[in-house]
């Protein structure tokens, strides 16, 4: 039997994720009800210390959903990747690499560009858009990434927001484009 400090604390996250729901777009919500429906979000899951912002969040649910409902191969997108180059360290919000992708499931012969690596950016107005600055400092990070061999998707907090399952689909649809080129 749960203690009552157990039970204040479980009381206190489903008010936490009821006033996220709530505050959400209705096509977070509809995302949000699918996933709970079909028994694809876990709370553990919204506490990933490695997921740094409500937009991450709600990306990477409706990538991992879009894979299931829509039948594809899962895709297994990294958080807060550390990455050095040009002697900066930038963590990128989501990270794929093909060459890394053979290790934990394979494609078989549909894999041609073993060498794309992919950079995911969910972009929340407060930290990337608010000033010229953020928007000079995210302009030098994508530069340095392509640099280091990323192609960089970077998705806007009103397009996750509005949307969330178009930028799962068009991530996803970019991913399996850029492994089957030669």
């Given at each position: 039997?749960?203690s009552e400090k157990e039970t204040?604390?479980?009381?206190k996250d489903t008010e936490l994720?009821?006033?996220?729901?709530?505050?959400?777009?209705?096509?977070?919500?509809?995302?949000?009800?699918?996933?709970?429906?079909?028994?694809?979000?876990?709370?553990?899951?919204?506490?990933?210390?490695?997921?740094?912002?409500?937009?991450?969040?709600?990306?990477?649910?409706?990538?991992?959903?879009?894979?299931?409902?829509?039948?594809?191969?899962?895709?297994?997108?990294?958080?807060?990747?550390?990455?050095?180059?040009?002697?900066?360290?930038?963590?990128?919000?989501?990270?794929?690499?093909?060459?890394?992708?053979?290790?934990?499931?394979?494609?078989?012969?549909?894999?041609?560009?073993?060498?794309?690596?992919?950079?995911?950016?969910?972009?929340?107005?407060?930290?990337?858009?608010?000033?010229?600055?953020?928007?000079?400092?995210?302009?030098?990070?994508?530069?340095?990434?392509?640099?280091?061999?990323?192609?960089?998707?970077?998705?806007?907090?009103?397009?996750?927001?509005?949307?969330?399952?178009?930028?799962?689909?068009?991530?996803?649809?970019?991913?399996?484009?850029?492994?089957?080129?030669?």
């Amino acid at each position: 039997m749960a203690s009552e400090k157990e039970t204040f604390l479980n009381y206190k996250d489903t008010e936490l994720y009821l006033e996220l729901f709530l505050n959400s777009p209705k096509k977070v919500q509809q995302l949000l009800m699918l996933s709970l429906v079909n028994n694809h979000l876990y709370p553990e899951f919204w506490n990933d210390e490695n997921i740094k912002s409500p937009i991450e969040q709600i990306f990477i649910t409706a990538f991992e959903l879009y894979c299931r409902l829509e039948n594809k191969k899962s895709i297994f997108l990294f958080p807060q990747k550390e990455i050095n180059c040009n002697n900066k360290r930038y963590y990128i919000d989501f990270e794929f690499e093909a060459d890394d992708y053979l290790t934990y499931l394979t494609f078989g012969e549909e894999i041609k560009n073993n060498k794309f690596k992919l950079a995911i950016e969910c972009d929340g107005y407060e930290f990337h858009q608010k000033s010229k600055k953020q928007i000079q400092n995210d302009n030098e990070r994508e530069y340095d990434l392509k640099i280091a061999g990323y192609d960089v998707l970077r998705f806007s907090g009103t397009q996750i927001y509005n949307d969330p399952l178009k930028c799962a689909k068009d991530t996803y649809d970019y991913i399996i484009q850029k492994i089957k080129e030669e």
